[in-house]
């Protein structure tokens, strides 16, 4: 229904309705945009001066642009409250719960993504800041702590599960960046000191999405939407949907890889 507007593919549950929405306030400003341009072009012809020599000080005595303004206004209440509060509300009061939910911890920094999975414990390890070392550990994750034992993360590369609720735990360890992905209909700033969480049903499997767009190298793109410091053009992340199956066997796999004990002679 919103093909009009050129947005990029949709693939997530919530996205229609957000579609929805920038379709309504494209319909209704295209009204008013139509509305007052063909108000302004007949005061300008129909008061000039010419047929106007004398200005009238009665002025204008109808009531109709009164209601034409209380008209523009009820609709324009009609959006606000009957759809953009109630999608706001759904989007970020209620939170799938973590049970259901996959909660991965994606932290943007200069100029990149640090994508953290708590592991098959479900909780993620304790991270350090003297632990941080740009090239083995830039997140600094304390492997001591039980509950970092299991953790896997990953540089730039989001792997997530098909038509299950994600909860992104957004964090930064600089300054202000945003997480964006177009095909998600999602983009929330990460700010420092602040862990935002932001969740969206990802519906169409990466795979799937080549297939549909023809495009054999599609990837969905983790665009950083703050201008955030003079590396920002590169700052991509990249994010592939899988199914559940082909999803947990990469977990598994990144669990293996990254607890297994450091090799002693390296
Ligand atoms: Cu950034």
Known sequence: MTEWLGLPALAA???GQIDDMLGWIHVFMLILFVGWGT????????????????????????????????????????????????????????MPSTSE???V??????FAWNVHYPGPDG???RTD????????????????????????TNLNQL???????????????????????????????????????????PTVTTEEMRTRTGKADFQYEIACA???????????GFVTVQTAEEFQKWLDEKVKEQSAPADPFR
Not at 169 to 186: A, N, Q, T
């Open 39 to 94: 108000f302004i072009a007949y005061s300008l012809i129909r008061f000039r001066r010419s047929r106007n020599p004398v200005a009238n000080y009665t002025g204008v005595k109808s009531h109709r642009s009164v209601y034409l303004e209380i008209g523009v206004a009820v609709v324009e209440g009609v959006l606000l409250f009957g759809f953009a509060i109630p999608l706001w509300a759904a989007r970020v009061d209620r």
């Open 105 to 110: 911890q994606v932290t943007g920094e200069q």
């Open 226 to 236: 703050q201008l955030c410091g003079l590396g920002h053009y590169r700052m991509r």
């Open 159 to 201: 792997f997530l599960p098909v038509n299950r609720p994600i909860i992104i735990r957004l964090r930064s360890k600089d300054v202000i960046h945003s997480f964006g992905v177009p095909e998600f209909r999602v983009k929330q700033d990460a700010i420092p000191g602040l862990t935002i969480p932001v969740w969206f049903i």
């Open 123 to 125: 909780k993620f390890g």
């Open 13 to 15: 549950a919530h996205g």
């Open 129 to 152: 800041i003297k632990l941080i070392d740009s090239q083995s550990n830039s997140l600094g994750l304390d492997r001591a702590d039980p509950a970092a034992k299991d953790d896997v």
């Open 101 to 103: 939910a996959l909660v």
